[in-house]
């Protein structure tokens, strides 16, 4: 199609990079589960804490102790203050849907909640996930 058309320019892209994940349920791990008032939420490769009353500094210990290698735990306050959904036009309900934790995979490692276990996944915050090809060809 494009040695057909002389004078476009072509442009290829995606909206995010993927990288091999190395999958692991949440549920494996009862010492966090039982610090959760429910399944995380979001991004297997981002996902969003719920916890139970009086349980956080045990969560971020528990947390932290297992994947503080493959994660990055931030609280809720830090989540607004980075801005890390936005820095304008704040959904309605964006604070009553954040957790009081969020983490960010900075390795391979992906935290499943449920269902099948995938081999590729985007959503966090690694170069390979974040950077994309730009393809340009024609004219």
Not at 26 to 37: A, C, H, K, Q
């Amino acid at each position: 199609m494009a040695s057909s058309l002389s004078d476009t320019l072509f442009l290829v892209t995606a909206d995010h990079g993927h990288i091999d994940a190395d999958g692991v349920y949440i549920n494996e791990y009862p010492e966090i589960m039982d610090t959760l008032i429910r399944l995380p939420s979001l991004e297997p490769r981002t996902p969003n804490f719920f916890i139970k009353e009086g349980k956080k500094e045990e969560f971020k210990e528990r947390f932290l102790n297992r994947f503080s290698n493959d994660y990055v735990l931030l609280d809720r306050t830090e989540v607004i203050e980075k801005k890390l959904f936005g820095r304008e036009n704040e959904h309605p309900l964006f604070k009553e849907m954040l957790g009081d934790y969020l983490g960010y995979s900075r390795s391979n490692k992906t935290l499943f909640f449920y269902g099948e276990k995938l081999k590729s996944m985007h959503g966090s915050m690694t170069e390979d996930e974040m950077v994309i090809p730009l393809i340009a060809f024609g004219i």
